[in-house]
């Protein structure tokens, strides 16, 4: 990780940092062919940063149909594992050689606090790139002992193009773990970040080329829903990727459905719930980390564990250390390198959670924050917010808000803490805390969530683990070996010897 710099350092780069807004298709920057443009908003001030192409079908077309040239072309699809292993390093390195630039344009786009940027968007999705890079020459096929009369064997073959679209929370590194499988597998990628926060992806994508990806292989097109929504429909791309909501996911897995069924992978929304025994090994440790589980991003985070379900004769004492933890994750200034959380992503976000702050003011006791701040001239900002719900069945306690808000809930049972945190539609994640291994045991087993963490949330970023989640938090994984299937296709074959 570089130095990380003073404000003063990031404000003066931030003034000299150039912006490209154009979409890149087939290995060039080109304006959208309508010439339509759309601005991006800083949340850190509301200022605008570029004018960003708005791509309509058209350029969809041109972006699949370069994708799909360089796949029957093999110049990717069809050259060693190892050569590509060679070219997503070297855009893993040239990632990191423009770390400071990616992460600055990162925190401008998203109002992400420069230390997270640096310190965690860009180190994961360098990691992310090099891990598949480093996977893709040591995966094998399959040779079934069959009747001697045959020979037989099961491979894994790329898909051909993959489409990509992601959300603003984590622009680079979501979109890394869409395109860095996909592409380690052999596959062309059309990539469409959000609409919020366009600009670092359209820059990697420069990186790629100069580190020898071939024209076509990956493309960025930028736009919001229209765009998202005509990859979706297109016939000529065979699997879609989607990180986002689970409104947009539907509509996505419709679509394909509607078109030419292509492969749907979605990774959608949560309402994790992060579950303390009265045995607590520690429960200082359990405050805080549960305060850093919902505020940390702003609580912009899928997986964040907005729901804290505590024991009984526990309560008290764990609510006054998650109050002291959560003066931690008051807001400051993004490129402020001292700032712990930021700004929210736009005023749409931000009354979405407002909303949700009034409605929990009439169905739970507000224990601390529900307000907004004023930060670098706009009001952005928001404290981190926590309620006390009496009833597990409020609003507040069971719909994603995606934003600082914790609802605590205090429960008698493990059976009932377990009933609790599966009643919602979701499922992506979940956590316990107990000294008893049979507790463990029994919770992990219980919960329905892709990821549980035990005496822990959310600490350890290791790309062997799959992610993803449960019944309404979408099917599929992202990371982890289990991800690269999602970008091939088996191919059995069958030889008669003689
Ligand atoms: P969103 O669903 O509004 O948008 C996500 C992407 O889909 C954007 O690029 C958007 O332009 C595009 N899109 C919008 N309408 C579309 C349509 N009709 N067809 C195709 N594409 C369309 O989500 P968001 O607000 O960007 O992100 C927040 C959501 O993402 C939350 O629900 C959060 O939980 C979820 N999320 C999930 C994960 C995960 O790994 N499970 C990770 C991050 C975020």
């Not at 072309?73 to 990191?96: F, P, T, Y």
């Not at 984590?170 to 596959?187: E, H, I, Q, S």
Request: glycine share 8%.
């Amino acid at each position: 990780m570089p130095e990380l710099k003073d404000q003063t350092y990031w404000l003066e780069k931030a003034r000299t940092l150039p912006l490209e807004g154009r979409a890149f298709i087939d290995g060039a920057y080109v304006d959208a062919q309508s010439g339509a443009t759309f601005t991006s908003y800083s949340p850190i001030d509301g200022a605008p940063l570029a004018a960003v192409a708005q791509c309509a079908s058209a350029d969809i077309d041109l972006a699949v149909a370069a994708a799909r040239r360089s796949f029957e072309a093999g110049v990717w699809s069809a050259i060693s594992a190892q050569a590509r292993k060679a070219v997503l390093l070297k855009w893993a390195q040239l990632l990191e050689t423009h770390t400071r630039e990616l992460a600055l344009l990162e925190s401008l786009d998203s109002g992400k606090p420069i230390a997270d940027t640096t310190g965690g968007d860009l180190p994961g999705t360098i990691y992310c790139l090099r891990w598949f890079a480093e996977l893709i020459d040591k995966v094998h096929g399959e040779v079934p002992a069959i009747d001697p009369q045959f020979f037989g064997t099961v491979t894994h073959q790329p898909l051909g193009v993959v489409a990509a679209v992601v959300p603003w929370n984590y622009p680079l590194l979501m979109a890394a773990w869409k395109f860095a499988p996909a592409l380690a597998a052999g596959n062309s990628v059309v990539l469409k970040p959000s609409e919020k926060t366009p600009l670092s992806a359209l820059r990697i994508a420069a990186l790629g080329l100069q580190a020898g990806l071939p024209a076509g292989v990956f493309s960025v097109v930028c736009g919001d829903g229209q765009a998202g929504r005509a990859l979706s429909l297109h016939t000529d791309v065979d699997c879609i990727a989607f990180t986002g909501s689970g409104k947009v996911g539907r509509e996505i897995a419709k679509n394909a459905a509607s078109s030419n069924l292509k492969r749907v992978w979605l990774e959608l929304g949560g309402k994790s719930a992060n579950i303390v025994m009265a045995d607590c090994p520690d429960i200082p440790q359990a405050a805080r980390s549960a305060a850093a589980a919902i505020f940390a991003n702003m609580g912009q985070v899928c997986s964040a564990g907005s729901r804290l379900l505590v024991q009984r004769s526990i309560a008290d004492t764990l609510i006054t250390e998650l109050l002291q933890a959560a003066e931690h994750y008051q807001p400051g200034h993004p490129l402020d390198p001292a700032s712990v959380t930021g700004a929210i992503i736009d005023s749409v976000q931000l009354d979405q959670v407002c909303r949700y702050i009034e409605i929990g003011e009439h169905e739970a006791q507000l224990l601390t924050g529900g307000r907004t701040l004023t930060l670098a001239g706009t009001g952005a900002y928001l404290q981190p917010t926590i309620f006390l719900a009496h009833d597990a069945n409020a609003r507040i306690a069971n719909e994603e808000i995606f934003g600082p808000v914790l609802t605590v809930i205090v429960f008698d049972t493990l059976d009932e803490a377990i009933a609790i945190a599966n009643q919602t539609e979701y499922g992506l994640a979940a956590a316990i805390w107990s000294s008893d291994i049979s507790t463990v045991h029994n919770a992990t087993r219980r919960l329905k969530a892709g990821t549980v963490w035990v005496n822990c949330y959310d600490e350890l970023v290791d790309m062997n683990f799959p992610f993803g989640g449960f019944k309404a938090s979408g099917n599929g994984r992202d990371n982890s070996a289990h991800a690269l299937s999602k970008y091939t296709e088996l191919k059995s074959t069958i030889q008669r010897c003689r």
